[in-house]
């Protein structure tokens, strides 16, 4: 019922920035809550950050706070995720996600990768020294 598509991934230099979208369709139209994960090469996919549709509250992780800032578009029902100073370490597959369930709300958005309801293909950002 829930579709969502990343874009705006890239190749980059160490220093520079990046916005990812995440344009979500489909029976979405509650307030809810979307996210950014991320996964490099032989690793887990960890949080990035997290927003609740409801009130604009988010939650950014402390390796991108104040690099990094996720927003949404109500409008266009779009995601976005703004990072700058982009590091050799933020490399690797970016996954917009999204849950409606009251559970993960109540929660304040957080919660395992194994919990989200839906979730995007992932985009590819590669950052070079």
């Known amino acids: 019922q829930v579709q969502l598509a990343e874009s705006g991934g890239g190749s980059v230099p160490a220093g520079s920035s990046l916005r990812l979208s995440c344009a979500a369709s489909?029976?979405?139209?509650?307030?809810?809550?979307m996210a950014w994960f991320r996964q490099a090469p032989g690793k887990e996919r960890e949080e990035v950050a997290t927003?609740?549709?409801?009130?604009?509250?988010?939650f950014t992780s402390d390796s991108v706070k104040g690099r990094f800032t996720i927003s949404h578009d109500s409008a266009n029902n779009k995601l976005y995720l703004q990072m700058n100073s982009l590091e050799l370490d933020d490399g690797g597959i970016y996954y917009c996600?999204?849950?409606?369930?009251?559970?993960?709300?109540?929660?304040?958005?957080?919660?395992?990768?194994?919990?989200?309801?839906?979730w995007g293909q992932g985009i590819l950002v590669t950052v070079s020294a």
């Open positions: 996600a999204a849950d409606r369930r009251y559970s993960v709300v109540v929660a304040g958005c957080r919660g395992r990768p194994e919990i989200w309801e839906h």
């Open positions: 489909g029976d979405i139209d509650m307030p809810h809550c």
């Open positions: 927003l609740f549709t409801g009130k604009g509250t988010t």
